[in-house]
């Protein structure tokens, strides 16, 4: 297995590299490749298990933007071919079609699926969330400046029972294009739901995945689960 972090100096906040430290753990024979900023990224050209990317702040995320640019018809290739992305944060919106400003001025993202979002950095959004995944509960925490939108709710990655998607009033959370997972979601998104956390292992390529740690992060699962079922 082969990973691949993706600008971890500068995409880390919210302790969501937890989900590499994870999957360290779930994954000891694993080969783990950090790549700065000031690097080419190496799932360009070689192959990868998986390449992640966390939420960064809002002035890192326009210089990924830049540094990613070049390469978006080689990313699309590689998300048709079933490479396996997990964005988390507003690294989502990095593939996405464009980030509006207050003042209106539009960032042109790399427009590999529609959704647009909107920035409002005078309020930032805290919540909780609890959705679906193939019949499966999907919890995390939201902490976010921006909303999206998507119009093509078949883009969807997880479907809303409580709390916000990708905005107010929409039904999903998330997108997901073949093995391209991309959520705002925070947790980190993998220790705190390890039905999902099985499932990108498939994904990945790992038979029979089991998980580090696997008894005490499903019984803090369903702990949580209990507590967030009851939130109103």
């Known amino acids: 297995m082969r990973i691949e972090i993706l600008f971890p100096e500068t995409a880390n906040l919210f302790g969501d590299l937890g989900n590499v430290r994870y999957l360290r753990s779930c994954l000891p024979q694993g080969e783990f490749v950090e790549t700065a900023l000031n690097e080419e990224p190496r799932f360009l050209t070689e192959p990868m298990d998986l390449v992640y990317l ?25 998300i048709e071919q079933g490479r396996v992305f997990l964005f988390t944060g507003n690294a989502l919106e990095v593939l996405g079609t464009s980030i509006e400003k207050e003042d209106g001025s539009k960032i042109h993202c790399l427009g590999l699926y529609p959704l647009t979002a909107k920035r409002d950095m005078m309020h930032r959004h805290n919540s909780t969330f609890l959705g679906k995944f193939q019949g499966q509960p999907v919890m995390g ?7 999206a939108w998507c119009e093509d709710e078949s883009l969807g990655l997880f479907q809303v029972e ?11 959370e998330g997108i997901r294009q073949k093995n391209f997972f991309g959520t705002y979601l925070l947790g980190p998104l993998l220790i705190d739901n390890p039905p999902f956390a099985k499932y990108l292992l498939q994904c990945m390529g790992v038979q ?9 992060a499903q019984s803090a699962y369903d702990a949580r ?7 109103t």
Do not use: W, Y
């Not at 925490?141 to 909303?147: A, C, D, I, L, P």
């Not at 029979?208 to 005490?216: I, Q, R």
């Not at 689960?225 to 939130?231: C, G, R, T, V, Y």
């Open 54 to 78: 966390g939420p960064m702040t809002e002035r890192t995320q326009e210089k990924v933007i830049e540094k990613l640019m070049p390469h978006k018809e080689r990313i699309r290739e590689l």
């Open 141 to 147: 925490f939201k902490s976010q400046f921006t909303m």
């Open 162 to 172: 409580k709390g916000v998607g990708l905005h107010k009033k929409c039904k999903f």
């Open 208 to 216: 029979e995945p089991t998980l580090a740690f696997e008894d005490a």
């Open 225 to 231: 689960l209990k507590d967030f079922q009851n939130k």
